[in-house]
């Protein structure tokens, strides 16, 4: 399966593609993490993409599609692939598709969390980050055993400037400009997927696997 996972911010992602691509034994590609790990191994497009970042500025999409294109290269992704993070506007899906077809790959399905503003708003003005180590937490759905205590290392937690309920307003906004036409780009294609996703994750991921499953009879997840 090719599958390509879209939603708002705080539609949980980052948590569904990691255990979506577990459960169905595909590659999961994050851009964010494509992103880090090219800048890490200080390949090409990796400093190319720093010396935006240092300034703070938005890494260009022909970049990223540059990195993703290397990535389709590996031997992994034979097996198929969660994409994650990749495209967030019709622009980066028309580069996508270009890219794709000169692979010989084709996009199975692009599955969109569909989730309500107040709870996108509750899940986000409730995350907890450590200043140290970077792991989340959430205020109710996952609250550290001390309060504003990391768990891992003993560090401070602290909100994100982003998480707080004004800002996120902002940034549903943005995105609602941005990338929700994507969800008549795919529906148009015939691929797009809904799964309602305000409930606890566990239950919309057996959801998704429902939905995947009915796509394709001949795997078993």
């Known amino acids: 399966m090719r599958i390509i996972l879209l939603g708002p911010p705080g539609a949980g992602k980052g948590t569904q593609a990691k255990e979506l691509a577990k459960r169905l034994k595909i590659a999961h590609i994050s851009t964010g993490d494509?992103?880090?790990q090219n800048v890490s191994e200080g390949s090409q497009l990796g400093i190319e993409a720093k010396e935006y970042m240092n300034k703070g500025a938005l890494v260009p999409d022909e970049l990223v599609t540059k990195m993703l294109f290397a990535r389709f290269d590996q031997p992994?992704?034979?097996?198929g692939f969660l994409l994650d993070g990749f495209p967030r506007t019709i622009n980066q899906a028309q580069s996508l598709d270009m890219m794709l077809k000169?692979?010989?790959i084709e996009i199975d399905s692009a599955i969109y969390l569909d989730t309500s503003e107040k709870v996108i708003v509750q899940r986000l003005s409730g995350r907890l980050v450590c200043k140290k180590c970077g792991a989340s937490f959430h205020r109710t759905n996952m609250p550290p055993k001390k309060e504003m205590i990391c768990d891992n290392c003993g560090a401070e937690?602290?909100?994100r400037s982003d998480d707080k309920e004004e800002t996120?307003?902002?940034r549903l906004e943005v995105y609602n400009k941005e990338s929700a036409p994507l969800i008549d780009y795919y529906a148009k294609k015939g691929k797009l997927e809904?799964?309602?996703?305000?409930g606890e994750a566990g239950v919309v991921l057996e959801e998704i696997v429902r939905l995947v499953?009915?796509?394709n009879d001949s795997l078993k997840v």
């Open 76 to 79: 992994d992704i034979r097996q």
């Open 157 to 159: 937690l602290y909100q």
């Open 194 to 198: 809904r799964v309602a996703a305000d």
């Open 213 to 215: 499953n009915n796509h």
């Open 34 to 36: 494509l992103l880090r």
């Open 168 to 170: 996120i307003k902002k």
């Open 102 to 104: 000169e692979k010989k």
